[in-house]
């Protein structure tokens, strides 16, 4: 499953440097993604903590809806 976040949480995300655009990953995880990841949009990345403390490198798809 891709995790999804709303752009203004994204964007918090960014300023702490935890997540950031496709572009800033090397060419090789991206591809990867690409191939493996069904419904990645393919711009975005974020750092997650696993359940075993762990931060993981994961894709991330934005939501550019305003919340109501």
Not at 1 to 23: K, V
Not at 30 to 46: F, L, M, N, P, Y
């Amino acid at each position: 499953m891709i995790d999804t976040l709303s752009r203004e949480d994204y964007e918090q995300a960014a300023h702490f440097g935890s997540a950031g655009p496709a572009s800033h990953l090397d060419e090789h995880t991206v591809t990867a993604w690409r191939r493996d990841i069904d419904g990645w949009s393919g711009k975005h990345w974020i750092f997650l903590p696993g359940e075993d403390g762990v931060w993981t490198l994961r894709p991330l798809n934005v939501n550019n809806r305003k919340r109501s």
